[in-house]
């Protein structure tokens, strides 16, 4: 479902059910366009709203009022300090919850929206992120919800482009949605976000993939994964490490997740005394052929020396383009496009990427910020909840996905948020609770968030890909490993 631009949408959409896990979920909700403030009139959808619950002054102060931080106070899962108290004479109970606190809350409902790419390119990797989302919302709205008030989530998929993506989040702005939760397509995202809409709106965007840097700037984003540029500078060093000295990179120039990574890469090898960038090369993503572009990779070119062999290389690009390049070296010399050594970012740790690549990426290095369903972590409580969850929701998802992982990380956060909030939910209030929390989810290490500073999660886990005869999972073979630069070489 895409919004018409410009559609008027003052009439109220018909809610929409899908049975999941046992548990209706609402993924169609309905809403308001108009939000009465306590003056009578009617609120700016973009804007903080006015509203006062019943028995409250209108000039109550969500930031202030009832909202003092409980010391030593702990919600379930880890969420931990910052957890606020209910004005007075509200309680965290249907019936006593405050009603339409803000927009896109109700007394009964919390309305929440969000970006997908379940076609395009970055459907390869991010085509199940859904899953994560609605797998936390089936065992919320089935335990009767938060404070009494059921989450809806309306998704659209805008294809990873970023001009569909933005004018979509201007779309849920305008129609007067709460939150955005996770917005697994990260182009759009980062198009609204530069372009000054999620501030303008002061609209909470929870529990991002971290792919692009924009997440991390923007406070009103609180991204739950590791950026692509720490990937970067760890990949780098971990290889370094390990006595690599010439390096290449191919990277996505298309998409803005290759141009960050790249530039971060190169920095990364600047700073290792000995270290050379023998290859570096953009292309762009979705051709069938990358003959000439790899027979440059490899032989070089007037100004690079080329990788016969280097001792590295990144192939920061997702899986279809990382497929087609690597089935366009015809080397024949043992190696991936002419590198002893080969890595990955998060969008190559799937499983379909192992299983299509065969046997040229026996031993190829993927990274993910999360405890992977596999040795030594698919014992773990917390692994094996988050994948009976994923199994209730759906069948066929890929739940060794990074991006599966952090959607459903990312639910989460937002979930214990709204929590620690109560019954008076705002976004201002929510903000302030993200804005100090810590929270462990034992999917990943310990994460703060802190006004200024939204670069929670900066550690990656190493695996490699394990082929022989088929595709044989992954291996864990070093981490969490933290990007020691996690503030340098981001774009201006």
């Known amino acids: 479902m895409r919004f018409p631009p410009g559609a008027n949408w003052a009439a109220a959409l018909v809610v929409g059910l899908v049975v999941v896990g046992g548990a209706a979920v609402s993924v169609v909700p309905t809403f308001k366009t108009q939000i009465i403030g306590s003056n009578g009139g009617v609120t700016n959808p973009g804007v903080l709203s006015t509203v006062a619950p019943s028995g409250l002054l209108a000039t109550i102060n969500p930031l202030t009022q009832g909202g003092t931080p409980q010391p030593g106070a702990t919600a379930a899962g880890g969420l931990t300090s910052n957890k606020l108290a209910a004005p007075p004479g509200l309680e965290c109970a249907p019936g ?191 051709q069938q052929d990358y003959s000439s572009d790899v027979g440059n990779f490899i032989s070089g070119t007037a100004s690079q020396p080329g990788c016969a062999p280097c001792d590295f290389t990144f192939m920061l690009l997702e899986p279809n383009t990382a497929i087609s390049w690597i089935k366009s070296d015809n080397s024949k010399n043992g190696y991936v496009f002419g590198s002893k050594e080969t890595s990955g970012p998060q969008p190559l740790f799937v499983s379909s990427f192992g299983q299509a690549c065969g046997a040229r990426c026996n031993n190829m290095w993927v990274w993910t910020g999360f405890n992977a369903d596999y040795p030594p972590f698919d014992s773990q409580q917390a692994v094996g909840d988050y994948v009976n969850a994923i199994k209730s929701v759906s069948g ?37 609770v993200l804005d100090g929390t810590t929270w462990d989810s034992h999917l990943a290490d310990p994460l703060h968030w802190q006004a200024g500073n939204h670069f929670a999660n900066t550690s990656m886990l190493g695996f490699t890909i394990q082929y022989s005869q088929g595709f044989n999972g992954f291996q864990f073979q070093t981490g969490p490993l933290k990007d020691p630069w996690p503030n340098l070489d981001h774009p201006n």
Not at 258 to 267: D, Q, T, V, W
């Open 96 to 286: 006593k919850n405050g009603g339409a606190t803000d927009v896109g809350v109700s007394a009964t409902n919390i309305q929440l929206a969000t970006t997908l790419a379940e076609s395009g390119n970055a459907s390869s990797f991010l085509g199940d992120a859904r899953y994560g989302m609605l797998a936390v919302l089936s065992q919320v709205n089935r335990s009767g919800g938060i404070c009494g008030r059921q989450l809806s989530l309306q998704p659209v998929d805008d294809g990873f482009q970023a001009q569909d993506g933005e004018t979509d989040i201007r779309n849920f702005i305008n129609s007067g949605y709460f939150a955005l939760a996770v917005v697994p397509s990260s182009e759009g995202l980062n198009a609204a976000s530069t372009a000054g809409d999620i501030d303008r709106a002061g609209i909470p965007v929870v529990g991002t993939d971290g792919m692009l840097y924009s997440q991390y700037k923007d406070p009103w984003i609180w991204p739950v994964s590791t950026s692509t540029i720490s990937t970067a500078h760890i990949a780098a060093i971990q290889a370094y490490k390990a006595g690599a000295r010439t390096f290449g990179i191919v990277y996505d120039k298309h998409y803005h997740f290759g141009l960050e990574g790249e530039a971060a890469f190169k920095a990364a090898i600047s700073r290792q005394p000995g270290a050379k960038l023998n290859a570096d090369i953009g292309i762009d993503p979705g």
């Open 396 to 432: 066929s998802a890929d739940t060794a996905n990074q991006f599966l992982e952090g959607s459903y990380v990312g639910m989460e956060l937002l979930v214990k948020a709204l929590r620690d909030v109560g019954p008076y939910v705002t976004r201002a209030r929510l903000k302030q």
